[in-house]
């Protein structure tokens, strides 16, 4: 790097990564990948070809041809349980422009205000969210399930899985 934008269009690309990025794909797994219909790209035999007994057997009975295709039971539990925990915040999360008593990691006024106002950003894009996510005219806000859009949401409650928030902090 020779220059100063270098550096900051790199650590913006470092921070990106290990912050938004990590939490978006991370939080959300459970609910996007909790419900194996969700996840058609599990299954774990190809589409059988016209002809052959495999076909036969999904033409007559699909139930059963689809049922042989999917991960077995115990494995999907285990799949599962993985997501729910992977997408569960600790009880004790702080979120990105968030801190305990903010004032004692720095003394310097300077930073202090570029922290408030950071934290200020983030509550306008949480805020254009929800407003994005409620305004009828933008078409796939939510779906046929009505599930919002939510991971991008900045803060999140504790526990609980909530495919929002984003950690001040990545443990994975």
Do not use: C
């Not at 419900?35 to 057997?57: C, H, K, Q, V, W």
Request: proline letters at 7%; glycine letters at 6%.
């Amino acid at each position: 790097m020779q220059t100063r934008e270098e550096l900051i269009h790199s650590l913006t690309i470092i921070i990106w990564i290990a912050s938004a990025l990590h939490a978006a794909i991370n939080f959300g797994q459970y609910p996007y990948g909790g419900f194996a219909p969700n996840r058609p790209g599990m299954s774990r035999r190809l589409i059988p070809d016209p002809g052959t007994s495999e076909y036969e057997e999904l033409k007559t009975n699909p139930v059963k041809g689809y049922l042989k295709t999917i991960t077995p039971q115990f494995q999907t539990l285990i799949g599962i349980a993985v997501l729910e925990v992977l997408s569960i915040h600790s009880s004790d999360e702080y979120f990105l422009g968030q801190r305990e008593a903010a004032a004692e990691w720095t003394k310097d006024k300077e930073a202090l205000k570029a922290f408030e106002k950071f934290g200020k950003k983030l509550a306008q894009i949480e805020e254009k969210i929800t407003m994005m996510n409620n305004d009828e005219k933008l078409n796939n806000r939510t779906g046929p399930v009505k599930m919002p859009y939510t991971l991008l949401y900045p803060t999140s409650e504790p526990g609980l899985v909530t495919a929002k928030g984003i950690p001040n902090s990545i443990s994975i």
